[in-house]
DNA sequence: CACTTTTCATTTGTCTGACATTTAAAAGTC
DNA sequence: GACTTTTAAATGTCAGACAAATGAAAAGTG
């Protein structure tokens, strides 16, 4: 591991990336304890706030851990499924915030993903995942929810559809897609009417799954993806012909001159 | 912008979250200036490496960029397809060399996905994408390509693929299932028979998606799954079978038991 | 000896203060 | 006015120090 004092990069930054490399070829292995901060800024003939910098940068991206004390130290980290999953997520709902993504071209993706998924979750779903999914449908048809509440569930809902295949791959890329969604959902007002659509699409797709029919899985699901778009779509042009009627009450702080973006909370660095 | 001191959790991940949550919630918008790090300290009652370490957390993950000099600092980044997909292609590399992803598991959730692309890229591709992948197929058949190129040209192939659908999305989250898989596809000793075999449901995907054929393209993906599964299943069983004939001499210093993953070069943090 | 308590060395987390380097804008010069 | 020089502001880096956590060894105790 060598670093090039003459770069114009940051050395914390060629710090960070020497460590990483080592990381990903598996010259350092899980569970591995790096260096001492002290021992390390020797090393690269630095100092030890510039190391610590670099191992911020590699905590930052759930590549180390670090724990004080005697036989504390940085320790290389297992990326679990749950770690990839929190910054896939964090990742694609900036992305999708910061580029004026059209709600078509999200909305596009995602179902293209989920059509994916349907068919090997028809196959091999378990009773739970065809439980979890019933229960949010109950959920949606409550009348008193708010519309966050049934854009949350919308979400459980068809995460228990991408589990349901099964493959634990599958539904960390998938988390992204459908998660990231939920802010530009939720900037939709959802009327009666239109969530009794959606309710029972999402009933013809569980019981496309508890049947395991695969082409009917799909079908269901390109429908709900028609309907969210025609629905998107009557929503965004009477909020632009300025007619917000349905519109949330606007909490007049926001700079943004479009329907506020609402981010889902977000979990720790 | 408030943090508790109190907290067990580290003060530089403290101010990284608030910050985050800042840029998240759209408090601070793209190209806008954070304060200089001596104000955020003032501001946090902290100390300014403190600061420093935070705002290099915030850098590892593409969210701002810093610069120096007279009006310099650290300005809210805006998330570029390029950075998400890079980090995404890091991610997905990392969780699946680290977490003894099946080969089967890592290449349903790949072809599953791709599956959701044909159809998208039969309707779109441009006479670009097109050329693209022809280009590649005849790379492919040149007899001299070691196992690495290969790979590499079969990723480009399949780009091609994806990036026909004409969705930045999708392009994005395939990203992560394609590239990621190339550190397993690398593990793979290609005979002539099966790259034969590859380059000519390569081909029927390019004619499928030339016609427009999207049942045709499908289906040829669904052969080219199979053909890889079978492909990968073979070699392993060899090996572990005692008999690496056809593997890759071996460098002596993998300290892993397994087939050496090779990883695909980093870019930079 | 077995067990508990204390001490202690190690390591990360944080602070202070300083200097180096970069960079754009202001000031000066022709 | 065009060019050069100076300057100030900001990040990048450094050195040394102390605080806090923590596990392990040492000391004490029955």
Redesign the interface.
């Known amino acids: 591991m060598k670093i090039d004092p003459n770069s114009p990069?940051d050395l914390?930054?060629q710090i960070?990336?020497a460590i990483?490399?080592a990381?990903?070829?598996?010259t350092l292995?899980?569970d591995e304890r790096l260096p001492s901060e002290s021992e390390l800024a020797d090393h690269f003939e630095v100092s030890r706030?510039t190391v610590?910098?670099?191992l911020?940068?590699?905590?930052?991206?759930s590549?180390i851990r670090t724990q004080r004390g005697a036989s504390g130290g940085a320790f290389v980290n297992?990326?679990?499924?749950t770690d990839?999953y929190s910054?896939?997520v964090?990742?694609?709902?900036?992305?999708?915030?910061?580029?004026a993504?059209s709600f078509e071209?999200?909305c596009?993706?995602r179902y293209?993903?989920e059509?994916?998924?349907a068919p090997?979750s028809a196959r091999r779903r378990s009773a739970d995942h065809l439980a979890t999914m019933r229960t949010e449908i109950h959920r949606q048809s409550q009348p008193g929810l708010t519309d966050e509440a049934f854009c949350a569930s919308d979400v459980a809902f068809h995460r228990a559809l991408v589990d349901g295949?099964g493959?634990?791959?599958?539904s960390?890329?998938l988390a992204?897609?459908v998660e990231a969604m939920q802010p530009l959902m939720n900037m939709i007002t959802f009327t009666a009417r239109s969530r009794e659509a959606i309710v029972a699409l999402h009933t013809t797709i569980a019981e496309a799954i508890e049947t395991r029919d695969e082409d009917a899985s799909i079908a269901a699901l390109s429908a709900l993806e028609t309907e969210t778009l025609g629905l998107a779509r009557r929503v965004f042009a009477a909020r632009s012909a300025g007619t917000p009627a349905a519109s949330h009450p606007d909490d007049g702080e926001?700079?943004?001159p479009e329907p506020?973006?609402k981010?889902r909370k977000?979990t720790?660095?």
């Open positions: 990069a914390s930054a960070a990336n990483r490399d990381i990903v070829d598996g292995i899980v706030p610590r910098e670099a911020k940068r590699l905590a930052a991206q590549l297992r990326l679990s499924y990839a910054q896939q964090t990742t694609s709902t900036l992305l999708l915030s910061m580029n993504v071209t999200a596009e993706a293209a993903m059509r994916a998924c090997l295949a493959n634990p791959v599958l960390y890329q992204g897609a926001s700079h943004a506020r973006f981010p977000t720790s660095i």
